[in-house]
């Protein structure tokens, strides 16, 4: 995927989390209309119900997140661990390789000359 393409997919998403956002709060704010008492207060267990309501949204999303985060995370430590199982295994490759240019070195230094005879 290029890059440009991702970042309309980010763009497009954030601004439905944002419209979403919007339409939640208008109607919290409806919420706060209701829950007053006839004095114009907000009554104690309606404000305690409107401020979990307005946090709801809120959490959801940060543990989404936090999810996410913890996703890339572990796919980080994965991709970690299996670059160094790679280099290794390259490292002793590469030493093998060494190892059988110096015989084959060797053994052509050991052939006969062809232009003494």
């Known amino acids: 995927m290029k890059a440009t393409d991702r970042s309309f997919e980010l763009n497009q998403s954030s601004e439905m989390d944002f419209s979403e956002n919007i339409r939640q709060l208008t109607s ?36 989404d997140l936090v999810g996410k985060l913890m996703t890339f995370l572990e796919k980080l430590e994965n991709d970690g661990v299996r670059l160094q199982l790679d280099i290794e295994e390259y490292a002793k490759l590469n030493q093998r390789v060494m190892q059988l240019t110096t015989i084959v070195v060797d053994s052509v230094g050991k052939l006969p000359d062809p232009h003494r005879n």
């Open 28 to 63: 919290t704010r409806n919420v706060v209309c209701q829950v007053k008492d006839s004095d114009g207060n907000l009554e104690a267990q309606d404000a305690g119900t409107l401020v979990r309501r307005l946090s709801e949204a809120p959490r959801r999303e940060i543990e």
